[in-house]
């Protein structure tokens, strides 16, 4: 059973040495004030918690899973307890609004607490995750009185809160929606429909439970830019903000699934539900947006953080189970076998783990601090760049660091054997858990059609321009023989990268499918290389403090390392991309849908 | 759900058209008589009642899992129903001998058999699965005495088997194993010891089980070569046949898994349980890796099996569910939305999944002709080859169709998007139950090894390039100009595969370790060739059949498109593959254990 020691010394390398936070807090309104001490005592206490509340219902909340009955869902043991000290310890309310509870921290410090959740228990972290969304939702785009009304007990954990979106009939497709809200004379709405695969649409944990529904109006047009957006309480709130009466809102059943059996995925049946719209009519979608790079860096993160834990778990392992000798010879003779650490293929696997993680941390601290440009910087130059890379990365984001995460969980299983199968070791449960990052807040196929198309073909390649622009950069500035294995490599891709939208673009005028047929295949290439920029910079960095005889030298040659490992090992995936994602739609579209079978 | 359908038309394809079986089987002792539609007839009737009897169970089989009592294990629902008409049937004893109950047909036979049951119920394919190992290691190395006893029964579906090899500290490396044997006076021997990961260790399908133990003799030397194997009955038999005592065999407990939750996985213990040996002692563990071959291959089979599965579910998805339209417009107006089919990325996933389904399913009836040369005209120098040929692709089959059975299982699923994590689809089933073929009968990193190194290496190449010299007659006899693209890529890789060897080989000399850290990359090298060999034959049959105006040009047509998928977008995974595999063993040796963490 992995037991979850948050890797705080990759974490601050990536902060402090990788990425500056020090600096780049210095000019976030709101965030002058964290000194890298002090960033370091928050996130250690936050990791201590963490450790030792959080982690320790992990194993337990898969195995008991959530309850239904027509009173309600009830939460794996101990849940409830968590959620309120979680809340208490302030984790929640961290990058919150200031005004209404929270913290005021930027948002890049909330997602440094994101990864230390997904790792320690991913199904615990969708109830505060979703929470934070439906707060975000209302800060973005609630009235002062809707601000005031819930964001108060939604930071302290009194309530919490939901997005409501999918229908059984759609959900990448949520033009086709039917949820309906009807106005009534009083100015509120009659909500009617039913909602499916709502995270935290019921559970015991909070008093009310404020859901963000998407629905139609009566005259509203077909389509997605007809879909508004409603605040519908579980509880009706009294005028003097004390609970009233039930909504109607039902949880009529929860799903059974593959993983993440600690956080209830409901149906909700809304039937004459009191409702408030949220933001203008029918741009309820639109609003839902402003907040998808947040949550689908969240999803990233829950992968990758999946992917860490699996890592630890398959580390320990790697160095305790004796079995066969080494190929070059015993290398414990005292022992009746050596541990399988010393075979190449264990450490191959151990070391695509290691890398994954580190290089998906860097992409997702990165997005953070993109984030606070974008949120606290907003209508300066500045603040247009950041979102326009943002929008760039977050595709990648979602679905590559999702993909690497499931590949690392499988990998850190792998190690184990035979007993990576068996439940009590906790690792087959990370497979499980780690598998629904691919699936939601926009399958990975979804998130590879939004890069090619609308992020990278639809700018003709100038948004991806911008940042191989920063890589060439980077490679200008490296001028020592050490770097020159890294930098070669990132030339190579900077330059292929940009030629392959080219080559996309010409052919995707005459035939769009050939966009769609290339979209996956150039997501997971975008993916390699935008790790292994990370990589580069952390390697460069890891030289000069190796050369300046700085301490902690092991952890340095350990990321030189893995550095190494990756570009050698990881990176020249992209050597089959290129050649499939250039094959033509072709080879996809002329087969009849009827030939499929047999 | 998926409602399984024997893929009757490509089996066909693949035994009569693309493998020639017909031919083969003439020169087959006791198979002469296997005409084309004796054949047919036989494999639809089996795929008749296994579609209808054992499909079925297995989504039910999987929810209510096997249950644990001091009395013994009780299988789910139906399953013992289900096994006597199986057996009834005739399945289990089709490929074994006619003096002893079987039918006497021919190992190919088998394997046909064993993709139909994978995919319909791998959890109940383990129970006649384990005790047709059993059976074929009494037939191999039992004494007269022993057959007599034992296989009538077995065959019969009266009795079962099992194979009891792992122990809990030891898995891959056998020579640590502990179980002790003691020798009696009246020639029996008592076995003492505990073995975990039994498959079908406990049960209630059957009367009798009759356990096969590796053990050590007193006297026996430390390592691989001082372990036995024994006959461990579960109940006594006495000297009429008739059913004794219980043995001094208990199960203790069983394992909660991942998936195949319908096969018991047990802890047996054996105190003082009376065994007979059978084989030469000391000689055990070499009379287990003779049947070691076609375990791996139905191992292999269990892996394609659920990807095939999965492909199914996936296309009946794939054409239903309606989302989003088309890129090049709506192709069906009339309907709120286009069924996802339309999609390009989708037509990737279910491409793959076809693909890998099609390339494992003829490797697979390849390996078993080849079985079917090896046992039947043993002493031969067909034989001879027959057998090299198959020690090479075993692992092959094993590792590389495993794992492209688990990417086919994790592709179907991703078609379904949330509908796929929820149980009730049964797509996410197949996914956790195709998970342990990568593992179990030696996991996948052990077969690569035992590929590169035992059966690659050790031959100076030669084992390898004796294969590749039939991909090059094969291209050599391909004139048309139809055959070029096909014909192109297979001559690069032949060429690049012994290249591979030999540089492999050359660094091997200096440290062993290079041979670790090329192994993985070489076997998945090694299984997309040997796949594109199988779909460069396809399609020149395919080719000629529409050529001649064949009848079912719609399924030649399928054939070709899937063919030049596989070689356009898959094949072209080895461009990275032959890079990583060179990348040297420095980049996964050089850091110390200790510098895996933080």
């Not at 509340?53 to 009955?69: F, K, R, T």
């Not at 839902?288 to 990233?300: E, I, P």
């Not at 070791?425 to 590879?448: C, F, S």
Request: overall charge negative.
């Amino acid at each position: 059973m992995p037991v979850y020691k948050a890797p705080l010394r990759d974490i601050k390398f990536v902060l402090h040495e990788l990425l500056d936070i020090d600096t780049h807090y210095k000019s976030i309104p709101g965030a002058d004030e964290l000194t890298p001490d002090l960033i370091d005592a928050m996130i250690g206490e936050t990791a201590k918690f963490i450790e030792n509340v959080i982690a320790p219902l992990n194993h337990p909340g898969d195995e008991e899973g959530c309850h239904w009955s027509p009173e309600g869902v009830k939460t794996p043991k101990g849940f409830k307890e968590a959620y309120a000290q979680y809340c208490e310890q302030g984790i929640l309310s961290m990058a919150h609004h200031e005004e209404h509870g929270g913290q005021g921290l930027p948002p890049s410090m909330g997602i440094v607490a994101s990864e230390l959740m997904g790792a320690a228990n991913t199904s615990f972290s969708m109830y505060p995750g979703l929470s934070s969304g439906a707060m975000a939702a209302i800060e973005a785009h609630g009235s002062d009185e809707q601000k005031q009304a819930y964001l108060p007990k939604m930071n302290s954990g009194e309530w919490s809160g939901t997005m409501c979106l999918t229908e059984s009939h759609c959900g990448t497709d949520l033009g086709l929606l039917r949820t309906k809200a009807t106005p009534q004379d009083d100015g509120t709405f009659k909500v009617d429909g039913e909602k499916i695969f709502i995270s935290a649409g019921d559970h015991d944990l909070t008093d009310n439970i404020i859901h963000l529904v998407l629905a139609r109006l009566p005259d509203a047009p077909a389509g997605t830019k007809g879909i508004s957006l409603f605040i519908v309480p579980k509880v009706l709130i009294n005028e003097d903000g004390s609970l009233g009466e039930r909504n109607g809102v039902v949880c009529s059943s929860i799903e059974h699934k593959m993983g993440i059996n600690g956080s209830a995925t409901c149906v909700l049946n809304f039937e004459d539900a009191t409702g408030y719209l949220i933001g203008q009519p029918n741009k309820g979608l639109r609003a839902m947006f402003t907040m998808m790079n947040v949550a689908r860096l969240g999803t990233g993160m829950q992968g990758m953080a999946m992917g860490e834990l699996s890592r630890q778990g398959a580390l320990e392992y790697a160095k305790d189970r004796l079995q066969m000798r080494a190929l070059t010879g015993p290398k414990f003779p005292d022992k009746p076998a050596d541990p399988i650490i010393v075979h190449p293929d264990v450490r191959r696997m151990l070391l695509t783990q290691k890398a994954f993680s580190e290089g998906a941390r860097a992409l997702a601290h990165h997005c953070g601090m993109l984030a606070d440009i974008t949120m606290r910087k907003a209508g300066t130059d500045e603040a247009e760049a950041a979102e326009s890379e943002m929008e760039l990365l977050t595709p990648i984001a979602k679905a590559f660091m999702s993909d690497s995460g499931s590949e690392s969980a499988n990998l850190g299983m792998q190690v184990f054997g035979g007993h990576g199968y068996v439940r009590e070791h906790g690792m087959e449960q990370i497979v499980r858990d780690a598998r629904i990052m691919q699936i939601y807040e926009g399958a990975n196929g979804i998130q590879a059609l939004d890069l090619l198309g609308r992020k990278v073909l639809a700018t003709g390649g100038a948004r991806l321009k911008a940042f191989t622009d920063q890589i060439d950069a980077f490679c200008e500035a490296q001028k020592g023989d050490d770097m020159k294995e890294y930098v070669d490599a990132l030339r190579l891709h900077t330059e292929e990268w940009n030629g392959l939208v080219q080559k996309i673009l010409e052919r995707a005028m005459t035939n769009p499918d050939e966009a769609g047929a290339a979209s996956y295949d150039f997501l997971s290439y975008s993916g390699y290389v935008v790790y292994a920029f990370f990589f580069a910079r952390a390697a460069a960095i890891s030289q000069k403090a190796l050369a300046d005889g700085k301490d902690d030298a092991a952890f340095y040659r350990s990321k030189l390392a893995t550095a190494r490992f990756y570009f050698r090992r990881l990176l020249p995936r992209t050597r089959g991309l290129v050649q499939t994602m250039l094959s033509g739609a072709d080879d996809l579209m002329s087969l009849d849908a009827e030939d499929f079978g047999y």
